[in-house]
C-alpha cells in the first residue's frame, strides 16, 4: 500500500468543492489529473471512496472515514512543516512535577512583554528530562543533573528542600524538621523524576522507601498519613492542597533548579529564558 499526501489533497478538495471541476481548480490542476489522482487511491485502499453521478459527488460510507483520517493526517503534516520552518516562533518549556514554583506566572507574564515574537509554552511530561529526550520540549526545567552527553545545562536558581505530610502528622506541628526527624518513617520517593534519594542521609540512618510514578498519586498517599515526602518548594507552590503541609528541612542542602536543552540544537531563545529566570529567582 503506498498512499500519498497529494491522493489524500485530491480526495478533500472533491469533496469540500463537491465536483472534480472546482476541485480541480481549487488545486491548480487539470480536471483529468484530479480523476487519476482519485482512482490511483481508490487502488491502493482497494474500495470505493466516492459515488459519482451526472449531478453530484458524494462519499461512500467508506469514504467518509477516510476522508475524517485523512484531514488529520494533512493537519497533523500543516503542523509538522510550521514548526520546522517556523519553530522559532514558540518556545515549549517542559517540566516533571512543577515547572519554575512562585516564579511561574511571573515567568510567563514577564516573557511575554519582553519577548513577544516567540509564544511560551509551558508543557508537564513526567519523564527524567522533562519531556527533552521525547521531542516534546526546547527546553527543560529539571532538578537533577542529566548525565546524559546530548543534553547541555545551565543553573538558575537554588529552592529549599520542603517536607510534605499529611495535616494532622506531628510533623505538621513543628516549624521546621531535619533530617534525623525521618527515622523510622516511610519516605515516598519517584525514583524516576523526584529530587529526593536516601543518599541525603548517612548510610546507617536513612529512612525506608515507598515509590510513586506521579505528583498527583504521591500527594494523594501522603495526605492519608502513611508516608512522609521531600520536595522542592516548587512543588508547594504548584500543589497547594487540602490535607497536606509543607515544611521546611533545615539541615537539606537546597536543590539547583536547571534548565536543559539539546547540546547540538539549541533554541535561539535559550539564553533570554536561562537570564529571566536567573533574575527571577535572585529577586525572589
Not at 482519485?38 to 491502493?44: F, G, N, V, Y
Not at 525506608?208 to 520536595?231: P, Q
Request: aromatic share 6%; charged share 25%.
Amino acid at each position: 500500500m503506498d498512499v500519498e499526501l497529494r491522493q489524500l489533497r485530491c480526495l478533500v478538495a472533491i469533496v469540500d468543492e463537491g465536483s472534480f471541476t472546482d476541485a480541480a481548480i481549487a488545486l491548480g490542476v487539470s480536471q483529468a489529473a484530479v480523476s487519476r489522482t482519485l482512482a490511483s487511491l481508490e487502488r491502493a485502499l482497494g474500495v470505493r471512496l466516492l459515488r459519482r453521478t451526472s449531478r453530484e459527488v458524494s462519499p461512500t460510507g467508506t469514504g467518509l472515514r477516510v476522508v475524517g483520517h485523512a484531514r488529520r493526517v494533512l493537519g497533523e503534516v500543516h503542523d509538522l512543516v510550521r514548526e520546522a520552518t517556523s519553530g522559532h516562533a514558540y518556545l515549549r518549556v517542559g517540566y516533571a512535577w512543577s515547572a519554575v514554583g512562585r516564579h511561574t506566572l511571573a515567568f510567563q507574564r514577564r516573557w511575554a512583554e519582553l519577548r513577544p515574537e516567540t509564544e511560551l509554552q509551558l508543557v508537564r511530561v513526567n519523564s527524567s528530562t522533562a519531556g527533552l529526550a521525547e521531542g516534546a520540549c526546547d527546553l527543560a526545567v529539571v532538578r537533577r543533573q542529566l548525565d546524559d552527553r546530548r543534553f547541555d545545562s545551565a543553573i538558575v536558581g537554588l529552592e529549599r528542600r520542603l517536607c510534605a505530610v499529611a495535616s494532622d502528622d506531628p510533623f505538621a506541628r513543628r516549624r521546621s524538621v531535619r533530617l534525623a526527624d525521618f527515622g523510622g518513617r516511610t519516605l515516598l520517593i519517584d525514583r524516576r523524576t523526584g529530587t529526593t534519594m536516601t543518599e541525603l542521609w548517612p548510610p546507617d540512618s536513612r529512612p525506608a522507601t515507598k515509590e510513586t510514578n506521579d505528583v498527583d498519586d504521591w500527594l494523594t498517599a501522603i495526605s492519608v498519613g502513611r508516608y512522609v515526602g521531600m520536595t522542592a518548594e516548587s512543588t508547594a507552590h504548584q500543589y497547594p492542597r487540602p490535607g497536606i503541609v509543607y515544611r521546611p528541612v533545615r539541615d537539606a542542602e537546597p536543590i539547583a533548579v536547571r534548565l536543559a536543552w539539546w547540546r547540538d540544537d539549541p533554541h535561539p531563545a535559550t539564553q533570554a529564558a536561562i537570564e529571566l529566570l536567573t533574575t527571577l529567582y535572585r529577586a525572589g
